[in-house]
């Protein structure tokens, strides 16, 4: 099995955000520029025209701060992602050529996803957390222990898994390959964990039973051949 890290994607991403940014950024600043231009020379002396004014810098501000915040954003692209990278290592040795890891999966249209899996079974899309403690899945719900009780958690990780899944079963149809069936997984890589469920509606794992709980449900049958593994591999590592 290989483990990749499509960073060519994830420098375009980058390279997007911070384009995008500049362009956001500068035009706020142009905006700033003539509002401050237009209330010492201005070129109708009327109400409306002071009210124009305002609003030029106002939104010229706005739009700054909305710039910075995206190239802020470009340069906090998760490059790595340690855990994803040990689970691969560790599906590895479980798993042949036929099957391929991609882990910090970042694209346009899909978002950001942990790790995605391919192969003959078709996509495995993983949501890997470090939670410790209690946590208790009711289907798509999780609740956590707190102080004893248990309260709804503060994050989904299987609804954000399943946001994950749709997003790529999207990206894929939309590329001629929707028949490339995609499933998904929520890890929990902290070995203080204590997981209990009641019919989930995505499986969960932790790291050691993960590959016993992939055999229940992904590794059942291989759905796709080996050719369209390859294509839509391509298609993750390159658009």
Known sequence: MQNLNPSSSMTRRRRYYLSMGCLVFFGGAIAIALGVL???????????????????????????????????????????????????????????????????????????????????????????????????????????????????????????????????????AKRGFANVPVYGIVVFSSPNIKLKADGPAIPIAEIPTLYQIMRRDYLTDERITQPTVKKAVEVLLDG
Do not use: H
């Open 38 to 172: 237009f209330s010492y020379v201005p070129l109708w002396d009327n109400a409306a025209f002071d009210l124009f004014t305002y609003f030029l810098l106002v939104a010229g501000v706005l739009v700054v701060i909305l710039g910075g915040f995206i190239i802020a954003r470009s340069q906090t692209l998760q490059e790595e992602n340690q855990i994803a990278y040990a689970v691969g290592e560790g599906l590895g040795q479980f798993l042949d050529a036929r099957y391929t890891y991609l882990r910090n999966v970042s694209r346009r249209g899909v978002g950001y996803i942990d790790a995605v899996l391919v192969g003959p079974p078709g996509a495995l899309v993983f949501r890997i957390v470090d939670y410790s403690g209690y946590w208790f899945n009711e289907r798509g719900n999780w609740r956590v222990d707190k102080n004893g009780k248990l309260r709804t958690a503060d994050t989904n990780p299987t609804k954000e898994c399943a946001k994950d899944v749709y997003a790529l079963r999207k990206y894929l």
